[in-house]
T-cell receptor
Framework: GIQVEQSPPDLILQEGANSTLRCNFSDSVNNLQWFHQNPWGQLINLFYIPSGTKQNGRLSATTVATERYSLLYISSSQTTDSGVYFCAAKTGANNLFFGTGTRLTVIP | KAGVTQTPRYLIKTRGQQVTLSCSPISGHRSVSWYQQTPGQGLQFLFEYFSETQRNKGNFPGRFSGRQFSNSRSEMNVSTLELGDSALYLC???????????????FGPGTRLLVL
């Protein structure tokens, strides 16, 4: 299956700072999603973004499909942004393959 | 619309027992997928069901099985539990207008299984 790599594995920020999370994938994708996993384990959808750019409040994402990477931007971070961010991708009708995640800690 | 629901939320079993987990997808969604999350292996795909048929299966032993009912609700079963089966089990559903895997998957809250 497709390989999905995320960086950095861990990130510690001061509240109010901006950050960029990266996701590289090994093959062409027809589905790419970003999730935030909360402390209780729930995966919360952030973006469905196989290509292009989307924005939702302080979060935005860009996928450059031809270069096989996606970026998640978090601006003006808040303590509630803490948690693990996952990128997941699929090709064709296969299942989603997940990266190993970026653990974000926002310090007040 | 109500989201994906999973029951039970927490479960404690002993080695050798079997367990059944349940997942109700978002209304109108016909595809249900199951994932296992552990600290060591991360999020791994178990299987996907669509219209009561298994479409796709991950690399797990035969002790892991599932099924889907006509109302799209799905169950997964793990027999002869091992300590390594302790994990968060997540269920996801998606609509299938195009059936080409392009739809957003929505996840339930998970069932946390502890095997002693």
């Amino acid at each position: 299956g497709i390989q999905v790599e995320q960086s950095p594995p861990d990130l510690i920020l001061q509240e109010g700072a901006n950050s960029t999370l990266r996701c590289n994938f090994s093959d062409s994708v027809n589905n790419l999603q970003w999730f935030h996993q909360n402390p209780w384990g729930q995966l919360i959808n952030l973006f469905y973004i196989p290509s292009g750019t989307k924005q939702n409040g302080r979060l935005s994402a860009t996928t450059v499909a031809t270069e096989r990477y996606s970026l998640l931007y978090i601006s003006s971070s808040q303590t509630t942004d803490s948690g693990v961010y996952f990128c997941a991708a699929k090709t064709g009708a296969n299942n989603l393959f997940f990266g190993t995640g970026t653990r974000l800690t926002v310090i007040p | 619309k109500a989201g994906v629901t999973q029951t039970p939320r927490y479960l404690i079993k002993t080695r050798g027992q079997q367990v059944t987990l349940s997942c109700s997808p978002i209304s109108g969604h016909r595809s249900v997928s199951w994932y296992q999350q552990t600290p060591g292996q991360g999020l791994q795909f178990l299987f996907e069901y669509f219209s009561e048929t298994q479409r796709n299966k991950g690399n797990f032993p035969g002790r892991f099985s599932g099924r889907q009912f006509s109302n799209s609700r799905s169950e997964m079963n793990v027999s002869t539990l091992e300590l390594g089966d302790s994990a968060l089990y997540l269920c996801a559903s998606r609509g299938t207008q195009t059936d080409r895997g392009q739809e957003t998957q929505y996840f339930g809250p998970g069932t946390r299984l502890l095997v002693l």
